[in-house]
Structures are given as C-alpha cells and as structure tokens.
C-alpha cells in the first residue's frame, strides 16, 4: 500500500514559482509511474503532469513550459517545479501513482493571487 504526503503549497503572486514535494511510503515507490494532479473548487481533478519510472515526462497543455516534475527515488519522493504560476493554477494539488490512482493524500493548497 503506497501512502503519500503533499506539501510545498502557498500563497504566491502571478508570475511566481513554488515548487511541490510528494513523499511516499509504503511500497516499492521506485516502480510506479507518478502523477500531479490538481482539483480547482467546484471543478473535477484534473492531471496535471506524469513521469515514468525511468522519469520520462509529459504534461497536460495547460501547464507546458511552466512545469517540470522529478523524482528521486532514493528519498520516495516526486517534486512539482511550478514556475509562472497564474491565477487558473490555484487548486488543490495532489500526487498519486498512474495511471491506476490509489488512495488519495490530503494534498496542498496552491493560491495564485495578487
């Protein structure tokens, strides 16, 4: 059973940077494909950005240019490099495996606000 913690969230202005950390436990974390996922109030969860377990990358089209997300599995862990943010991005921000998720963390609060 993979678990999994979000955390790096925040308050940041259009324009701004944060970047996201995931850190699973549980499992063989190295084996999985990963997943950030974001659900915006009032709005399904979307896939934001995946990377295999030999961290190829892709990303939904939105977010292309101003994401990069990585991995490192000696620490379990998958990161989210979000740059440029804008306003749209605001939502909260989750990891899972992909394509199959598994049990949801309680994610991180992203605002992009002036």
């Known amino acids: 059973q993979v678990q999994l913690v979000e955390s790096g969230g925040g308050l940041v202005q259009p324009g701004g940077s944060l970047r996201l950390s995931c850190v699973a436990s549980?499992?063989?974390?190295?084996?999985?494909?990963m997943g950030w996922y974001h659900q915006a109030p009032g709005k399904q969860r979307e896939l934001v950005a995946t990377?295999?377990?030999?961290?190829?990358?892709d990303y939904a089209d939105s977010v292309k240019g101003r994401f990069t997300i990585s991995r490192d599995n000696a620490k379990n862990t998958v990161y989210l490099q979000m740059n440029s943010l804008k306003p749209e991005d605001t939502a909260v921000y989750y990891c899972?495996?992909?394509?199959?998720?598994?049990?949801w963390g309680q994610g991180t609060q992203v605002t992009v606000s002036s």
């Open positions: 990377i295999s377990s030999l961290g190829r990358a």
């Open positions: 899972n495996t992909h394509p199959k998720p598994r049990d």
């Open positions: 549980g499992s063989i974390f190295s084996i999985y494909a």
